[in-house]
């Protein structure tokens, strides 16, 4: 292929989570850079405030820390922002289908359509970079000598990955062309099940106990909600004492 078919008008972004499943865990940052003809126009950077205690190893990894996350919104209010930022462009990422998981889970909830392609450069470095050599985005930023000073921060690590983008671009576009061109993004939200009768009756008890005033409808709430809240009440409050 010529270098003239390059993509090199795109939106490459990374996400930082509580953990590994789009369902279960939540958003805690978003980072992106838009490119246009392969420069870098605007930035988007976010935290987002989970609805749960960190792990400890997110703290450790990322460097994101509850105090960072204080006054951060919650994830309903970053991602459309982050949709608009966007737009129609065409979407890129290092192992791309995980970062697009949690927000094809996030803007499914929302009601906000999000059928994107996307370009991934960790597929890309597979199948052209040598078997021997690891494809993390740490090591190909050391490949190409790279500076990335935030590793495990979703804007840096964004803009890492688009200039690693161009790197591979000029090495191996012309012999390996199909690796670099945008596929459907396609993932399948699970069906979320909804509260059961006894997380309602624990719930309600957990939060009359404390005095906490709670909003939201609870019969809105799904199971993993549900769970995640009442985990949350009795890591920051306390159990219901016997004889309640």
Do not use: W
Request: negative net charge.
């Amino acid at each position: 292929m010529n270098k003239s078919d390059r993509i090199t008008s795109f939106v490459c972004f990374d996400i930082e989570t509580t953990g590994l499943s789009p369902e279960e865990d939540y958003i805690i940052e978003i980072g992106a850079v838009k490119v246009r003809e392969g420069k870098i126009t605007e930035y988007f950077n976010e935290l987002v405030k989970p609805p749960v205690a960190l792990p400890e190893k997110i703290i450790e990894l990322t460097g994101i820390t509850e105090d960072m996350l204080k006054e951060a919104q919650n994830q309903d209010k970053v991602i459309p922002r982050f949709v608009e930022f966007a737009g129609d462009d065409i979407l890129m990422g290092h192992n791309i289908m995980f970062d697009y998981s949690f927000l094809k889970v996030g803007t499914s909830r929302l009601g906000i359509p999000f059928e994107k392609q996307g370009i991934d450069t960790l597929k890309i470095s597979k199948g052209t970079i040598p078997e021997e050599e690891s494809k993390s985005l740490a090591n190909l930023c050391s490949l190409y000598k790279v500076v990335n000073p935030s590793a495990h921060r979703a804007f840096h690590d964004a803009k890492a990955t688009a200039v690693i983008y161009a790197y591979l671009c000029n090495d191996f576009f012309t012999e390996h062309g199909g690796l670099f061109m945008p596929a459907d993004l396609n993932y399948k939200v699970k069906k979320s099940q909804p509260i059961t009768d006894k997380q309602k009756n624990y719930l309600n008890h957990l939060l009359k106990y404390h005095k906490i005033e709670y909003v939201e409808q609870i019969e809105g709430l799904t199971r993993n909600e549900a769970s995640r809240l009442i985990d949350k009440i009795i890591l920051n409050k306390g159990r219901i004492n016997e004889g309640f």
